[in-house]
């Protein structure tokens, strides 16, 4: 990046910096900006996004995918006050509420949104191209929309027609104003607000295709749509949305290559991301050490459990502090945890087909993404043709080969919250973790909901705990 960029950034950033007692979410930027050019406005979304708090140190905990990361089972269940133990032991009686005294992924979530509106309340005045202009706030609006649904659904509760209009949600920031309070509106609101932004009439303005994974186009925009409908459990319109975002771009990462190269190589500028969005060191799965529970799901010939020396039984009892794990060594991975990629539009065209009963389509969309993660393939559909299935059936087929395939990302926390909202596919968790015992948390348990971090409410009297 060129000094002009750098020093241009820098300044946003210094503008757009949170001001510590002023304003209610500690987020909100205030002052004036010299970004008067279209071109200057761009440059915001020129940007790595990044976080610093990755998914495995509390969503994986709570999906009991991930048993450790940055310290062992031991040294967790050691310290009882702690939001790590309470995740790993599903203690509910420990005050979360009064430890999350900050908490950088929200705080960062609003930044980032706030970047989003400077370039929507400024790019009316600015100077440039009034092409390159709609564009530009086409993206404001769509990556506004992703932010508010990522904490919308990491800080409230499950979208549930029935219940969303009396849920507690989050602050839905579409303004810059520092001094007004940014009320705290329902799920159903929330929902609302994010489809205002991802409307399919911002979608027409976006590139067709984008070559840089950090820049979002329009295969990005209905992906978003799709993820909004179906955490809403609107499968028939989730499907319509997801198999037009795999139209402009299908690819599949094809894992095959593990076998000649005995390691799994991904960039962030691979050909299936959407949007790239990292995490921590940027490198994952890297360092995290699963439960005993997942580790037994992979599938025979899965090709980098069976075919690189990435996963690990030996690191997982050193690194996790648990036998019967395995920890993941190798750093040439940089999964997609917070972004957007072609798998998951398959995999919510998968389940929405089930849902909808086209069982044999959604188990066909499954086995696209399949056929390049496992060796000596056996598709869902074959086993489907020799016997058919019930929902409940293909939805278990599913439900495993997902967890695996999104190990480390938020999906699986989304989908475990979603289907805890459903009678068929409600279910308790229960995590094995040796001579400390097993541990259950139900679909209804208060640890579903992560908590306001205590620097935003205090400030924000409508930010009142949603669990």
């Known amino acids: 990046m060129n000094k002009y960029i750098s020093s241009l950034l820098i300044g946003a950033m210094a503008i757009l910096a949170t001001s510590s007692c002023?304003?209610?979410?500690?987020?909100?930027?205030?002052?004036?900006?010299?970004?008067?050019?279209?071109?200057?406005?761009?440059?915001?979304?020129?940007?790595?996004?990044?976080?610093?708090?990755?998914?495995?140190?509390?969503?994986?905990?709570?999906?009991?995918?991930?048993?450790?990361?940055?310290?062992?089972?031991?040294?967790?269940?050691?310290?009882?006050?702690?939001?790590?133990?309470?995740?790993?032991?599903?203690?509910?009686?420990?005050?979360?509420?009064?430890?999350?005294?900050?908490?950088?992924?929200?705080?960062?979530?609003?930044?980032?949104?706030?970047?989003?509106?400077?370039i929507i309340e400024k790019l009316d005045?600015?100077?440039?191209?009034?092409?390159?202009?709609?564009?530009?706030?086409?993206?404001?609006?769509m990556l506004r929309a992703y932010f508010h649904y990522l904490l919308v659904n990491i800080y409230a509760g499950q979208y549930d027609p029935a219940t969303a209009s009396s849920l507690g949600g989050i602050a839905y920031v579409d303004n810059t104003n520092s001094g007004e309070i940014k009320q705290k509106l329902t799920v159903a609101q929330v929902y609302d607000r994010i489809l205002q932004d991802c409307d399919e009439s911002y979608i027409s303005s976006l590139y067709d295709k984008h070559a840089n994974s950090s820049r979002i186009d329009k295969a990005f925009g209905y992906a978003v749509r799709a993820k909004v409908f179906f955490q809403m459990k609107n499968y028939d319109e989730a499907a319509r949305q997801a198999l037009k975002a795999i139209e402009i771009n299908g690819r599949v990462e094809d894992r095959s290559t593990c076998k000649d190269f005995g390691s799994w190589m991904l960039s962030s500028d691979a050909p299936n991301q959407y949007f790239h969005a990292l995490a921590g060191m940027r490198l994952c799965p890297a360092m995290i050490t699963i439960s005993r529970e997942m580790s037994t799901m992979f599938e025979p010939g899965d090709y980098v459990k069976d075919f690189t020396s990435g996963w690990s039984e030996i690191m997982g009892q050193m690194r996790g502090g648990l036998t019967e794990?395995?920890?993941?060594?190798?750093?040439?991975?940089?999964?997609?945890?917070?972004?957007?990629?072609?798998?998951?539009?398959?995999?919510?065209?998968?389940?929405?087909y089930i849902r909808l009963g086209e069982i044999r389509k959604g188990l066909d969309y499954i086995d696209r993404v399949r056929v390049k993660r496992i060796d000596?393939?056996?598709?869902?559909?074959?086993?489907?043709?020799?016997?058919?299935m019930s929902e409940a059936e293909a939805m278990a087929l599913l439900q495993k080969a997902k967890r695996i395939e999104f190990i480390g990302s938020y999906d699986t926390f989304f989908d475990c919250k979603r289907w805890n909202s459903e009678t068929a596919y409600r279910h308790s968790i229960t995590k094995d973790?040796?001579?400390?015992?097993?541990?259950?948390?139900?679909?209804?348990?208060?640890?579903?909901?992560?908590?306001?971090?205590?620097?935003?409410?205090?400030?924000?009297?409508?930010?009142?705990q949603n669990y």
């Open 376 to 388: 000596s393939f056996t598709s869902y559909t074959s086993m489907y043709d020799q016997a058919a």
């Open 125 to 141: 005045d600015a100077r440039g191209d009034e092409t390159q202009k709609v564009r530009v706030e086409a993206e404001a609006h």
């Open 433 to 464: 973790l040796g001579d400390y015992g097993t541990f259950t948390i139900s679909p209804d348990s208060p640890l579903w909901i992560m908590p306001f971090p205590a620097n935003a409410t205090r400030f924000n009297p409508t930010l009142t």
């Open 22 to 118: 002023e304003d209610s979410l500690d987020i909100t930027p205030k002052g004036k900006t010299i970004l008067d050019t279209v071109d200057d406005l761009e440059l915001l979304l020129n940007q790595e996004f990044s976080f610093n708090t990755n998914p495995a140190v509390d969503l994986g905990l709570v999906t009991n995918e991930i048993v450790a990361m940055y310290e062992t089972v031991p040294s967790t269940m050691s310290n009882r006050n702690s939001l790590s133990y309470a995740y790993l032991a599903y203690d509910e009686t420990v005050n979360r509420a009064e430890l999350a005294t900050t908490d950088d992924r929200y705080a960062t979530l609003y930044s980032m949104i706030n970047y989003m509106n400077v």
């Open 325 to 352: 794990t395995v920890c993941y060594t190798d750093f040439g991975a940089q999964q997609n945890v917070y972004g957007l990629r072609a798998e998951q539009m398959y995999y919510i065209a998968g389940e929405s």
